[in-house]
């Protein structure tokens, strides 16, 4: 083996540590963030918390940048001039997933989704800034610098694999069941991944992430009650959570498959 095999091998893996010590201080700040807000109210305290984060991981992500030469273009931060029409590409696709999962959830006959009569305006308004702020910060932390080093470093499928594990968990150390947590986020991970290397930035798997986690909140499929409340009928739960996942699975199968046909027509991203 060659020394300039071996130097470039040393230089991958430098790289990969480097990355997993962003993702470790990436939490850290999230840790330190929800820390320091703890004795505001729930619902300040929440997004207060996520907003100081999403603006400490940008920072974080600035550094890591420069520390391996790289530029913030590279890893996807820039916004461009095709930015605004992909978030709204990222964010009507998510919503539409969100509604396929129900729609297959509500054929089943065993659930009905009520409207919440004490919903408010304000309400949604916060629901929605603090589902943008959360896929913002997760963004920042997995599909910025650490998806697109990894895939300059090694290849795409390498940089997709090891971001899709160290988020399914994350989701774990955050209470999810692994199970939940394996299908869910690692599902997500592939989609929000793929859209960011295919897109070569944020904008679209932003809009996505954002948009289906409000969608699903909308209808109160994030264990409390949205614009609509999800009842399900009494001694179907584990048959209504089954279903659930299949449709899940379904929606996000869906929006990979778009996301890839999108760009394998249009070619815009390159990678190695």
């Not at 999962?101 to 054929?107: G, H, K, S």
């Not at 920042?140 to 499928?157: D, G, P, Q």
């Not at 929606?251 to 778009?258: E, H, N, R, T, W």
Request: aromatic share 12%.
């Amino acid at each position: 083996m060659t020394e300039s095999i071996l130097k470039s091998r040393r230089e991958s893996y430098y790289t990969l540590v480097r990355v997993l010590l962003f993702y470790v201080l990436s939490v850290a700040l999230l840790l330190f963030t929800s820390r320091i807000t703890k004795t505001l109210p729930a619902k300040s305290a929440d997004l207060l918390s996520i907003a100081i984060a999403c603006f400490l991981t940008f920072g974080l992500v600035v550094l890591f940048v420069k520390w391996e030469k790289l530029s913030l273009k590279t890893v996807g931060v820039i916004p461009g001039a095709k930015s605004a029409n992909r978030f709204a590409l990222g964010y009507a696709m998510g919503l539409a997933m969100a509604g396929t999962q129900a729609l297959i959830v509500l054929m089943s006959g065993h659930l009905k989704l009520i409207l919440n009569p004490r919903i408010t305006v304000t309400e949604v308004g916060l629901s929605c800034l603090l589902y943008l702020l959360v896929a913002c910060r997760e963004e920042l932390a997995f599909r910025s610098y650490f998806l697109k080093s990894i895939a300059y470093s090694f290849n795409v499928t390498t940089a997709l694999l090891i971001m899709t594990v160290i988020f399914i968990f994350e989701h774990v150390i955050a209470g999810m069941s692994w199970k939940m947590a394996a299908i869910g986020s690692g599902f997500g991970g592939i989609l929000f991944g793929i859209s960011a290397i295919k897109s070569n930035g944020l904008a679209l798997p932003f809009g996505l992430h954002s948009a289906w986690n409000f969608g699903q909140w909308s209808m109160g499929f994030k264990n409390k009650v949205g614009i609509w409340e999800a009842v399900v009928e009494k001694g179907y739960e584990v048959e209504t959570e089954t279903i659930g996942l299949i449709g899940f699975s379904i929606a996000m199968s869906l929006g990979i498959l778009f996301v890839y046909l999108l760009y394998k027509t249009k070619n815009e991203a390159k990678y190695p």
